[in-house]
């Protein structure tokens, strides 16, 4: 229990602090932060059940990175995060598709973060072309129908939210009724889109909206909404894509879907029971 509070607060108080930087930063840093912190009180502290094997630590002499250079491809990643946001973040170009559908796209994309830390890091480590040709094949052999997959369900789903068609279709959904289901649109948006980010900046809005023109706390339907997009995240189509591709497994999402969407539903139920107590 004392590690888990720790641990909640160690990831909570980063993610205030970053809050108004944006919606990439505040997940990044403080997990990064809250694991650092916790990983070193951990171990400076004792705290916690001794392990089960205490001879592992010892089993695999030499084997083991530095702790600085374990964690160098997150700083590197979070550097040209920053770099990029605050440098190309104002520059976008108008894209129009027709005479009812336009979108604003911006120049800084966090996919080139991800590329850009690649390289550093093999620079920064000597590696050699054909070492880093033989992990770029690895990653890409495990990672490519699954990429491909996220590509279309993502794409789907950007169309929706640009055309306005999830969004027309929600607005129907916002009645009386309110609170009891507001935690189930923000976990639909999160299946849907695989992220809590995406659902919030798309469901939050009408939620708010809706609520204050039903007299209805906008605090407390926004804190559903975000329970809810963060409940989703269990039960999303590009995360257990991700995960399969992580674990080399495939065509198995109906096996995942099936064994987290009770806890997903008990989970939306308690806190829509939770916030229906102070209406």
């Known amino acids: ?29 403080a997990s990064i932060i809250g694991f650092v912190f916790v990983l070193v009180t951990i171990r400076t502290f004792q705290l916690g059940p001794p392990p089960l094997l205490p001879v592992a630590r010892n089993a695999l002499p030499g084997s083991l990175l530095p702790f600085a250079k374990s964690f160098s491809p997150y700083i590197v990643l979070l550097a ?12 976008s170009y108008h894209v129009e598709i027709g005479e009812k559908l336009s979108h604003n796209i911006h120049l800084f994309n966090p996919g080139f973060a991800f590329f850009s830390a690649l390289v550093v890091l093999a620079l920064w480590n000597n590696m050699r072309l054909k070492t880093l040709t033989e992990i770029v094949k690895t990653s890409l052999a495990v990672s490519f129908r699954t990429g491909v997959t996220i590509f279309f369900i993502s794409s789907v789903v950007y169309i929706l939210i640009v055309s306005g068609s999830l969004e027309q279709t929600a607005r129907q959904l916002l009645t009386d009724d309110l609170p009891y289901y507001a935690a189930f649109m923000g976990a639909f948006g999160s299946f849907l889109a ?33 329970v809810g997009a963060a409940a989703g995240n269990m039960i999303a189509l590009p995360n257990i894509l991700a995960v399969q591709a992580s ?33």
Request: proline share 7%; charged share 10%; net charge neutral.
């Open 1 to 29: 229990m004392p590690i888990a509070a720790l641990s909640g607060l160690a990831f909570v108080i980063p993610f205030l602090a970053t809050a108004y930087t944006g919606p990439e930063f505040p997940s990044i840093v």
């Open 80 to 91: 040209l995060l920053a770099l990029g946001k605050f440098l190309f973040r104002p520059f």
């Open 194 to 226: 695989g992220s809590a980010t995406v659902s919030n900046l798309l469901f939050a809005p009408l939620q708010y909206a809706a609520s204050e023109d039903l007299g209805i706390s906008t605090t407390l339907i926004l804190s559903l909404q975000l």
């Open 247 to 279: 674990v080399q497994l495939e065509g198995r999402e109906s096996l995942f879907i099936a064994r987290l969407i009770g806890p997903c539903l008990i989970y939306l139920t308690l806190a829509t029971v939770s916030a229906l107590l102070f209406i």
